[in-house]
């Protein structure tokens, strides 16, 4: 009851599913922005984080005359990269996210990335929607925007509805073969065994006020405990990136507790926080723009950190604080676990190819990638960041043993002059991607050339 209300944080939603689903078009039509096109081939490579205030969520779902209480004092979205084996985002070894949207395209059914997505989300038991997408494709669509599905809904012809049905029913069966029962989400009279289907179009927003509305009431309904705000720091580094005018500074989830200028933080690093930031509510911290500063900040939120040495930061980490009863060292050799599962994945051998990725999680995806048996490119050596120097001389080390080896896979970073130059009188070859596959295209045609 109120008397007793504890006070809450926002629930972390992530958004899942196969590529071309339409998941970052989706965020983009909650924030009325357009990020998708910006995108490296569409995919999106990196990780975003978006904040939803509740009075916005409020404002979105008024024509559902909902009216219920928002206890939460809003939503944090964080759109997942695109490839399948970007599946490392974690928070003290548990998922970072409370709730996911699994997107579907009504068009397409099930995919393997969707299946992908299902089989991680039962492994860490998450609970998820599905958001039944690009309903505005079903042939003869009428558009009305940002509508309530049931009054978009009730606005087609007998044709469209029929159609919608049959895709309706077909998913739902697919479902049904992974061991999962899903309805329809307000036809759902079994919320919890069964899980919620929202039909969606991210291009003219039928169905969005649902979907936002489902997510709140649904989290704040069923995880309290979760959701109740505690004040232990949890945190975890979504990217390292140069902003003009900061240097280095890292764009990170807190999940819970308080930051403020000035705490002492444990990444793989050791400093100070000098500034926090945070773009406008609704911008998403990778879209450009002004920041607003803040002397403390209060979990759930994306925010920006900027600090000395944080080009040593690294994506996919966890972040500790300092507090005044702790122990440096201890809290040191806790920050260094999260490397451990990343470099048990090195060929023992000690032959194979240097990998170089932006993040520790898309440095994993690749890993994971190359390991596959249609792929089975053995690496020897990793470096999270740009390739420097450094990175080359220990590439060409191969260059002894086994000189196609001699290679940098550098996937999203970029690299230094004086690295390239390096390569280029050693004779290590360096190939460059912003989208994992594309790195192993390029570096088999390099492989098959050698051959002939
Ligand atoms: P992602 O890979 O899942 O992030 O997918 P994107 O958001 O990049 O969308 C992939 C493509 O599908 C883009 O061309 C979008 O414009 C298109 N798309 C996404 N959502 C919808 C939708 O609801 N309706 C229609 N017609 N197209 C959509
Ligand atoms: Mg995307």
């Given at each position: ?7 809450l944080r926002s629930p972390i939603c ?56 928002l206890n939460v004092?809003?939503l ?21 996210c409370e709730i ?27 609970d998820?929607i ?84 489902l997510l709140v009431q649904w989290t704040q309904k069923t995880m309290i405990?979760r959701l ?225």
């Open positions: 009851s109120d008397s007793v209300q504890k006070e992530c958004i899942m599913g196969h590529v071309d689903t339409g998941k970052t078009k989706l965020l983009d039509c909650i924030r009325g922005t357009n990020v998708q096109e910006g995108e490296a081939g569409g995919i999106t490579q990196q990780i975003g984080a978006t904040y939803f205030p509740a009075e916005n969520i409020r404002e979105r779902t008024k024509e559902l005359k909902a009216d219920a209480k004092p809003g944090l979205v964080i759109d997942t990269p695109g490839h399948e084996s970007f599946t490392n985002l974690r928070s003290r070894g548990s998922g970072l996911a949207i699994l997107v579907v395209d009504i068009m397409h059914g099930l995919e393997p990335q969707t299946i992908e997505s299902l089989n991680l989300l039962k492994m860490r038991n998450t998820f599905v958001a039944l997408n690009k309903v505005d494709r079903l042939y003869g669509w009428k558009t009305c925007r940002n509508a309530p599905i049931g009054k978009a809904m009730k606005l087609q012809s007998k044709d469209v509805q029929m159609e919608f049905n049959n895709r309706l029913t077909q998913v739902i069966t697919q479902f049904k073969e992974q061991g999962l029962n899903t309805e329809l989400y307000y036809k759902n009279k079994d919320r919890g065994e069964t899980f919620n289907i929202v039909p969606t179009s991210a291009i003219s927003g039928e169905g969005i006020p649902d979907m936002l509305l405990e109740t705000f505690s004040n232990e720091v949890e945190c975890t580094v979504l990217e390292v990136k140069v902003v003009e005018g900061h240097g280095t500074t890292i764009d990170v989830v807190l999940v819970n507790g308080v930051l403020h200028e000035g705490d002492q933080i444990v990444g793989p690093i050791v400093t100070t926080i000098r500034a926090l930031l945070t773009p406008h509510p609704m911008k998403e911290l990778r879209v450009k723009g002004t920041y607003l500063h803040h002397k403390e900040i209060k979990a759930a939120q994306g925010i920006k950190i900027t600090a000395q040495g944080l080009e040593h930061a690294i994506a996919g980490t966890s972040l500790y604080i300092v507090g005044p009863n702790d122990d440096l060292e201890d809290i040191k050799a806790t920050a260094m676990e999260d490397m451990k599962s990343v470099m048990s994945r090195i060929d023992k051998s000690g032959e194979g190819v240097y990998v170089q990725a932006s993040t520790l999680g898309s440095l994993e995806a690749l890993l994971e990638f190359l390991k596959t048996p249609a792929v089975n490119i053995p690496v020897s050596g990793i470096s999270i960041g740009p390739v420097h120097k450094k990175d080359v001389m220990k590439a060409s080390v191969m260059l002894e043993k086994k000189k196609e080896y001699a290679t940098i896979l550098a996937f999203d970073v970029k690299v230094t002059q004086e690295a390239r130059e390096l390569a280029d009188e050693l004779g290590v070859t360096i190939f460059i991607a912003d989208i994992i596959y594309h790195l192993f295209d390029q570096f088999k045609a390099y492989i098959d050339n050698l051959k002939e």
